[in-house]
C-alpha cells in the first residue's frame, strides 16, 4: 500500500483538511476542483478508507483522515518549505485570517500590507468580525488563524497573548467643559451622557469596575453605536463620554481632533488580543510565515 501512495495526493488530503473544503483547497493548490476530488478519491481508494464525510454540504473528515492528517502534516509542511527554499521561487499560497474591525483598520492591515511587500504571491484574505464569529470559523476551518480580544474561546482553540490596546474613557472639551470641573468620583461619572458599543454597556462598566471597583454604576446611555468610528464620531459631537482603543484615539488627535482623556484612578485599563488557532490544524508555509511576521510585528517594542 505505501508503495502506492504519492506526494501529491497526500498534499492535496493535506489541503482539504486543513479548509474542509475542496473549492478552498482548489485555489490555494491551483488546480481545479474535480482535480482535487480526483486526488483525494484516488489516495481512498489506495487507503481503503474513507477521508470524508459530507455533512449539510460541509466535508467532516473521518476517523481515518484525522489518523492520516496527524501523521504526514508535519512532513508535508517541512517538505512544502524545504522545496520553497531550495527552489529559490517566490512564496505563494493562500491565507485567511480573522480579526476584530478596529484592530484590522488601525494595526492589522497595514501590517498585513507590510507582509504582502516581502511576500507578493501569498494571497491574504482578512475576515473581519467579533471573537464570537472567529471562534465558530476557526472550529469550522474556514481560517487559518485568528486575531480575538478579551473571549472565552472554545476549548479545543488554543490562544497566545500578542498585543494589548489600553481602552480610554473620552469626551469632547466642549461637554467635559458644560459639566463645570472634573472629580473622579461616582457622583461626578453618573452625571456624563454615554455613548455605548453594545447593551448593557459591558465595555463602559468594564471601565469603571477597572478605575471605581465596587462601585455600581448608574450610567445615563444615550446611544448604542456598533464600532469604534461611529462612537468616536458621536463624542467629537458631543453627544456623550465614549470609549476608545488608545491607538484609534491617537489617530484622532494625529487629525487635529481636540479629545479629553478621563486619567481614572489607576493605569489604564488594558484589553488583551491574542491570536487563536487550531492546535491539530498545521499550517501551510505561507500560513506559518504569515502568522510569524504578525506575532513578531505585533510584538515588537514599536507596537
Not at 152 to 175: I, K, N, Q
Not at 268 to 295: D, H, M, W
Request: aromatic share 8%; with cysteine.
Amino acid at each position: 500500500m505505501v508503495e502506492q501512495l504519492n506526494l501529491n495526493q497526500l498534499r492535496v488530503f493535506a489541503v482539504v483538511f486543513r479548509h474542509r473544503s475542496m473549492t478552498h483547497a482548489a485555489k490555494e493548490l491551483h488546480l481545479t476542483q474535480s482535480g482535487v476530488s480526483q486526488h483525494v478519491r484516488s489516495l481512498e481508494d489506495v487507503l481503503d478508507q474513507k477521508l470524508f464525510d459530507r455533512v449539510h454540504q460541509r466535508l467532516v473528515p473521518t476517523a481515518a483522515a484525522k489518523t492520516l492528517y496527524e501523521g504526514c502534516a508535519r512532513g508535508m509542511y517541512e517538505l512544502e518549505r524545504a522545496f520553497w527554499q531550495l527552489s529559490g521561487t517566490e512564496l505563494k499560497g493562500r491565507v485567511t485570517i480573522g480579526m476584530p474591525p478596529e484592530f484590522a483598520y488601525n494595526v492589522l492591515l497595514p501590517l498585513i500590507a507590510a507582509f504582502h511587500q516581502e511576500h507578493p504571491r501569498v494571497i491574504v484574505k482578512a475576515e473581519i468580525g467579533l471573537a464570537a464569529e472567529m471562534n465558530g470559523k476557526l472550529l469550522n476551518g474556514d481560517l487559518d488563524f485568528a486575531f480575538v480580544d478579551d473571549f472565552s474561546m472554545d476549548p479545543r482553540v488554543r490562544t497566545e497573548r500578542v498585543y494589548d490596546e489600553t481602552l480610554e474613557l473620552c469626551a469632547s472639551p466642549e461637554l467635559i467643559e458644560s459639566l463645570g470641573a472634573v472629580s473622579h468620583t461616582k457622583d461626578y461619572y453618573e452625571k456624563l451622557p454615554y455613548i455605548a458599543y453594545l447593551e448593557d454597556a459591558p465595555v463602559l462598566h468594564k471601565w469603571f469596575s477597572h478605575h471605581l471597583p465596587r462601585k455600581k454604576m448608574d450610567l445615563d446611555v444615550r446611544a448604542y453605536v456598533g464600532d469604534c468610528q461611529g462612537v468616536s464620531k458621536l463624542i467629537l459631537c458631543g453627544m456623550g463620554a465614549g470609549i476608545l482603543p488608545g491607538y484609534h484615539l491617537k489617530s484622532l488627535e494625529n487629525q487635529g481632533h481636540n479629545v479629553y482623556r478621563f486619567s481614572g484612578n489607576k493605569k489604564a485599563l488594558s484589553n488583551q488580543i491574542s491570536v487563536a488557532y487550531l492546535p491539530e490544524r498545521s499550517q501551510s508555509v505561507a500560513g506559518a510565515t504569515a502568522l510569524s511576521f504578525l506575532k513578531d510585528a505585533l510584538t515588537s517594542p514599536r507596537h
